[in-house]
């Protein structure tokens, strides 16, 4: 059974960066849709990135494109969100999640498509 546990969250200014990571345990990341999502204090989780293993297709959420980057160097490797020019707005819990696949058009963007989650890494920005 895989594993996810994320990392990297921290309180920082307006403007600043940061890396999260998402590891996983139990197995490697071969074939898999791994997607980030945030949800902010009483607000719904949102997606925010997705890549396709093996293939390395990565894909963003509007508003977070040329500011957020995720990548991962090869499947045993976690799976990496560089946050830059951190805005308060980007104030979140931030999750991964993952399910196998052979094909980026089954990479969905929605919380229910995943049953494998982390418990999530906090990111505060204060401006």
């Known amino acids: 059974q895989v594993h996810l546990v994320e990392s990297g969250g921290g309180s920082v200014q307006a403007g600043g960066a940061l890396r999260l990571s998402c590891a996983a345990t139990g197995y490697i990341y071969s074939n898999y849709c791994v997607v980030w999502f945030r949800q902010a204090l009483g607000k719904e989780r949102e997606w925010v990135a997705t890549?396709?293993?093996?293939?390395?297709?990565?894909n963003y959420f509007g508003s977070v494109k040329g500011r957020f980057t995720i990548s991962q160097d090869n499947a045993k490797k976690p799976v990496y969100l560089q946050i830059n020019s951190l805005k308060p707005e980007d104030t979140a819990m931030y999750y991964c999640a993952a399910r196998p696949s052979f094909s980026v058009t089954q990479c969905y963007t929605v919380p229910e498509d995943y049953s494998t989650w982390g418990r999530g890494t906090q990111v505060t920005v204060s401006s």
């Open positions: 890549i396709k293993t093996n293939d390395n297709v990565t």
